[in-house]
């Protein structure tokens, strides 16, 4: 599994758009790369996953290198209510039975009024 | 709401008893996952059950084991737990054909070892 590096904090306001980068300098050819996002005495709540270039949904957008060796989570206008801990998780999923998810630190995202 | 419910929300109990956590997975997911989240440790995957059989295993100490019913869900089991068991546990679960890598997490059960 790849080893993945992402800042321990970040600070935001109401209204920004926060760009979180994760760095995973040993990608592998078949590894994602999937974002979660956990709020306090919560379980993890998945957000986005991508291979390459560019990916948006409904919540936010993955942008992906063409070396992969980094990407960036980009939340646009962000409320208080995103206030969380993001990580960032690279690995070579199995779509049938499942992959187990292996968590970093992650980073903690304070947004404030 | 993920769909993944887990019993009991909390549980307290003393050093060196044996407690019971319990997962159902959403309907149709045949993956259940285990993780324990301290605050020394972080998120750790525990062990995985696919369909009933043990797929994989993660820091799962031998005092710790979990099984998968028939009906899917499934069950991890503490022994002579420590002080230092106190965590919240984490089960989830994940379907085929889903993005890889997307997993439905419950609301934990929240241990309090006294």
């Known amino acids: 599994l790849a080893k993945t590096t992402q800042p321990i904090s970040m600070d935001s306001y109401e209204g920004q758009e926060v760009n979180i980068t994760c760095s995973h300098n040993?990608?592998?050819?078949?590894?994602?790369i999937t974002w979660y996002q956990q709020f306090p005495s919560q379980g993890p709540r998945f957000i986005i996953q991508?291979?390459?270039t560019k990916v948006t949904n409904e919540v936010a957008s993955l942008f992906i290198p063409a070396d992969r060796k980094s990407s960036t989570l980009s939340l646009p206008r962000v409320s208080l209510s995103d206030t969380a801990v993001y990580y960032c998780?690279?690995?070579?999923?199995?779509?049938?039975?499942?992959?187990?998810?292996?968590f970093g630190k992650g980073t903690t995202l304070s947004v404030s009024s | 709401d993920s769909g993944v419910t887990q019993t009991p929300k909390h549980l307290i109990t003393a050093t060196g008893q044996r407690v019971t956590l319990r997962c159902s997975p959403r309907?149709?997911?045949?993956?259940v996952y285990w993780y324990q989240q301290s605050l020394d440790q972080g998120l750790q995957f525990l062990i995985q059950?696919?369909?009933?059989?043990?797929?994989a295993k993660g820091n799962i100490l031998e005092r710790f084991s979990a099984q998968q019913f028939p009906d899917l869900h499934s069950e991890l089991n503490l022994s002579s737990l420590e002080l230092g068991d106190s965590a919240l546990y984490f089960c989830?679960?994940?379907?085929?054909?889903?993005?890889?890598?997307?997993?439905?997490f419950g609301p934990g059960t929240r241990l309090t070892v006294l």
């Open positions: 989830a679960s994940s379907a085929p054909g889903l993005a890889r890598g997307e997993q439905f």
């Open positions: 040993n990608i592998a050819t078949n590894d994602y």
């Open positions: 991508g291979y390459k």
């Open positions: 998780l690279v690995g070579g999923y199995s779509n049938q039975a499942g992959t187990a998810l292996i």
């Open positions: 309907s149709g997911d045949l993956s």
């Open positions: 059950y696919y369909n009933g059989e043990e797929r």
